[in-house]
């Protein structure tokens, strides 16, 4: 895969600065999808290609956060959805 571009916006390092054109960091989550763990295909949830670990890791981060804020949302729903008993 050639890519022309960070999945880091602010990445001013790597291969966009013409430093080293041939190294690029692949970034991809994969999910089994089954009844069983392990089984049946898998699905990519998450793929980015970045211009180092670096952006790799700020990217990852990104990603993890906006994961956070939808599994509060999700949790708040569900509560909503099912009123505790007091």
Do not use: Y
């Not at 670990?53 to 990104?62: N, P």
């Amino acid at each position: 895969m050639i890519a022309d571009s960070c999945a880091n916006p602010d990445c001013t390092g790597g291969p966009l600065s013409g430093s080293t054109r041939d190294h690029w960091v692949q970034i991809e989550e994969v999910q089994l999808v089954g009844s069983m763990r392990g089984e049946g295909p898998v699905q990519r949830r998450f793929s980015a290609v970045t211009c180092s670990k670096r952006c790799a890791a700020v990217v990852l981060a990104s990603a993890a956060d906006v994961d956070d804020t939808m599994a509060a949302r999700e949790s708040e729903r569900l509560d909503g959805m099912f009123p505790q008993p007091q």
